[in-house]
């Protein structure tokens, strides 16, 4: 055992892979919380659109409460359809301006 642990630690450069390491850790670290951020902003803006806007209690998995804890007034059903299409209007304004070349041909 010892002789196969000297063989594999002559074989390497720790002090580069130790730099690549710790390179590797701050990046899942800024990934994981960057994922994080991105989850709870697709939560917050779901509660605000269809939960205080529309009134929608679309409920959590598992029964969970809502994050940000907004109370729902009574719920408007052609907001159902409207809020959605008006999202799907602003997302294609802002790729139209913003990344043209993410614009697709359609089907």
Known sequence: MQKSLKWFAGRFDFSIAGKWLFLGVLVDLVIGVGAIALQFGLQAIRELTLGALVGLDLGGPGGEPPELGLRLHSFVPYLVVLVPALGGLVAGVLV?????EAEGHGT
């Open 96 to 100: 139209f301006w913003l990344a043209p």
